[in-house]
């Protein structure tokens, strides 16, 4: 029992990492490019990017790829 708990905060740390690894290397992938539903905000001095559809097909591909292994 003790080990399965101490298993959570190590995978949640390894999906934390790669969590931010995505987000940090977002303008780098290309296929997570500006995309119909983005939010862009420019103004004088200001650039501010809202990237909501490559997260919420993200969203929905892990759902999908977490239904699937999770079937039993």
């Known amino acids: 029992m003790a080990s399965s708990i101490g298993k959570i905060p190590v995978f949640a740390?390894?999906?934390s990492v790669l969590l931010g690894l995505l987000v940090m290397g977002h303008r780098t992938i290309s296929?997570?490019?500006r995309?119909?539903?983005d939010i862009v905000i420019n103004?004088?001095?200001?650039?501010?990017?809202f990237p909501v559809t490559p997260y919420l097909l993200l969203s929905l591909l892990l759902s999908f790829l977490f239904y699937i292994f999770n079937r039993k």
Request: proline share 6%; no cysteine.
């Open 31 to 33: 296929f997570l490019g």
């Open 43 to 49: 103004k004088k001095n200001v650039h501010v990017q």
């Open 35 to 37: 995309l119909p539903g």
């Open 13 to 15: 740390g390894l999906w």
